[in-house]
């Protein structure tokens, strides 16, 4: 019964449109919300047809008393039976809501651990800071908007932020949990099925708030710990002669006020750490897609494509920027 409900009310909804991500779990937390979610619709459903039909009977049934005798000695009798028992269903029902809300809140609540992977996820006015903990400091690292997890284990999220308050969430994984700052909540996940999962910032922050997407990118355990691998590392060298100009013109422009390479001269964390920049999917937290004219673009004039982001642009000659571009793509 616990999957038949979910699984009758999905090819219910199937033919009218794709379900919604929150309705397509990728780990136990959200299967347990969405157990949730499927139980308290099928009441609904019940309770709007119990209703319904004790409408249309009464209505029916008023039509046909109009034309009887008007007092009925035992109705008042019926009458308050009626309302008891429709009292003691109302009560029923609220109370099954309660008790299945309230085991799901147990069952999440229930896998928090502290042997899990941690990962700080730090709220900022547009974007997500995310920093892959470790007990030895030269193992931690700092990426942007995009969670890698290995599938099958559970990760504690640490969730805080550095301006206003924010929510993470994404849907298929878990509900929603705010970062306020100055303060840290905590986050269990879990992921089971491989694949790239959307998540949006669920309060909001500000201009930009409907731009602050994050993906998380669940991988079996080999290929995650290549990309973490990879992620401590420092920047990769410039590959070409291009890509070396390019170094320069970030290393002596403005980029080094906001951003950090690590292995080079740039060291500052206002914005994100741009050290595998190019192993990323999106940029400016899910606005636009990591590819060069996007980039180039952000570069220039990234009021355009987000009006209000903390990034100003940037009046670069043509050769510069082209440069600048080829080097940052090659931060894999
Ligand atoms: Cu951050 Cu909305």
Request: hydrophobic share 45%; glycine share 10%.
């Amino acid at each position: 019964m616990k999957r038949l409900l979910p699984a009758l009310g999905a090819s219910l909804l199937a033919g009218c449109a794709r379900l919604p991500a929150a309705l397509t779990p990728a780990g136990p937390q959200a299967g347990h919300i969405g157990r949730l979610w499927w139980t308290i619709l099928w009441i609904q459903v019940v309770v709007y047809a119990v209703v319904i039909a004790t409408l249309a009977w009464a209505l029916l049934r008023r039509g046909r008393a109009a034309d009887d005798a008007p007092s009925d000695p035992g109705s008042d009798r019926v009458l308050g039976r009626a309302v008891g028992g429709g009292l003691a269903l109302t009560v029923l029902t609220l109370a099954a809501v309660l008790v299945a809300s309230a085991s799901t809140g147990h069952a999440l609540a229930s896998r928090a651990r502290q042997d899990a992977l941690a990962i700080t996820v730090t709220g900022h006015q547009w974007w997500w800071e995310v920093r892959y903990e470790d007990s030895s400091p030269s193992n931690t690292f700092t990426t942007a908007n995009e969670i890698h997890v290995p599938v099958g284990q559970p990760v504690r999220l640490v969730l805080t932020s550095a301006d206003v308050i924010h929510s993470f969430w994404v849907p298929s994984i878990h509900g929603k949990r705010d970062l306020f700052p100055g303060r840290t909540n905590e986050l269990m996940i879990e992921v089971d099925r491989p694949g790239t999962y959307r998540g949006q910032c669920a309060e909001f922050c500000g201009y930009q708030h409907a731009h602050m997407a994050l993906l998380v990118v669940a991988e079996p355990l080999d290929r995650f710990d290549l990309w973490r691998r990879a992620q401590r590392s420092p920047a990769a060298e410039p590959g070409n002669p291009e890509a070396v100009h390019g170094r320069t013109v970030f290393l002596a422009g403005p980029c080094v006020m906001c951003h950090q390479v690590r292995g080079t001269g740039a060291g500052s964390n206002v914005g994100p750490d741009l050290t595998h920049v190019a192993s990323r999917l999106t940029l400016a937290a899910g606005a636009i897609p990591n590819t060069r004219g996007h980039l180039a673009g952000w570069i220039v004039d990234p009021q355009q494509i987000k009006p209000g982001t903390r990034m100003p642009g940037n009046a670069l000659d043509p050769s510069d920027l082209q440069a600048l571009v080829s080097y940052l793509q090659g931060l894999e």
